[in-house]
């Protein structure tokens, strides 16, 4: 038996929310419930978005609620370092490996989406399908890359309406059709950053993640991630996909609801105990 390893990504883009913190109390059960570890990594790769005191604020809360993690940044690890931010080198070395094996290609296009895929796409931010402008002939050979990224976004390009299923330990069998669900992804923005979908896969890959536990809202992602497991030749993790808490209008809730992030709710004076109940009911 491979020993359970389950991980937290938060992006330190806004505080904690009642939403987020359900998750990760459920991340943290799993991996307890498996006797394993659990790691924190800091998800910090969208330069105009990560804020240092949303680091702070959210290793506090999450610490508060009464979560503890094995291995992160403020607790190092065999897998360190536990900050995207420090971890180009992994990303540059998949990208060139996905070029060379002419599964990525360079794009000119300029898009709206582009602006946004340092981030996890959550459901109603997700990347428009790609209409395939800089989309090379199949017969191509694929090139040797560049020494650099930077200057051009780099697309996934997705097989021709294929399903990719996957076992899900909440939702059972998921299924999306690429071409249809979702088309050629970014995994490298022109102004040097890479995409969240690149970054989280060769760290859940290198830190031996052996079940991914997150919101629901990411289930689609979950189809492309396979995409690059496969073509990097990597071992995908076990899924579980939470259903996502919802507001009283029944709108997702969002960073945005700052009424009912973590930090507020302690000022109100709620203890950890009254916000774990609310996730049991
Ligand atoms: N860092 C991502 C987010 O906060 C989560 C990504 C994931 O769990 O795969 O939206």
């Not at 993690?69 to 900050?83: F, L, N």
């Not at 602006?115 to 191509?140: F, K, L, M, N, V």
């Not at 979702?182 to 760290?203: C, E, K, S, T």
Request: net charge neutral; proline share 8%; hydrophobic share 35%.
């Amino acid at each position: 038996m491979i020993p359970y390893r389950g991980r937290l990504a938060p992006s330190p883009t806004g505080l904690l929310h009642l939403g987020h913190a359900r998750t990760f109390w459920t991340a943290y059960q799993r991996a307890q419930q498996a006797n394993g570890i659990l790691i924190m990594r800091n998800e910090d790769l969208d330069p105009q978005r990560s804020k240092h005191e949303f680091v702070t604020a959210m290793l506090e809360d999450l610490r508060w609620l009464g979560i503890w993690w094995q291995e992160g940044p403020d607790v190092g690890g065999p897998y360190a370092p536990y900050i995207q931010s420090r971890r180009r080198k992994f990303y540059l070395e998949a990208w060139r490996k996905l070029v060379q094996a002419g599964f990525v290609y360079p794009c000119r296009c300029s898009r709206k989406d582009l602006a946004r895929s340092a981030q996890a796409p959550h459901d109603e931010d997700d990347e428009p399908i790609y209409p395939g402008t800089c989309r090379p002939h199949p017969d191509i050979t694929p090139s040797e890359p560049p020494e650099s990224p930077a200057g051009l976004n780099w697309r996934f390009r997705v097989p021709e309406s294929t399903e990719t299923a996957f076992k899900d330990g909440y939702f059972d069998t998921k299924s999306y059709v690429s071409g249809r669900d979702f088309g050629d992804f970014l995994v490298w923005r022109r102004d040097d950053v890479p995409a969240y979908q690149l970054a989280v896969v060769v760290d859940d890959a290198a830190m031996r993640i052996t079940e991914v536990v997150r919101g629901a809202d990411l289930l689609r992602s979950t189809a492309r991630q396979i995409l690059i497991y496969q073509a990097l030749g990597l071992e995908q993790p076990a899924w579980y996909h939470c259903p996502l808490m919802l507001d009283n209008q029944g709108q997702r809730l969002a960073k945005r609801h700052d009424a009912l992030s973590l930090r507020a709710l302690r000022e109100q004076g709620k203890t950890p105990e009254e916000v774990t109940a609310i996730f049991k009911d």
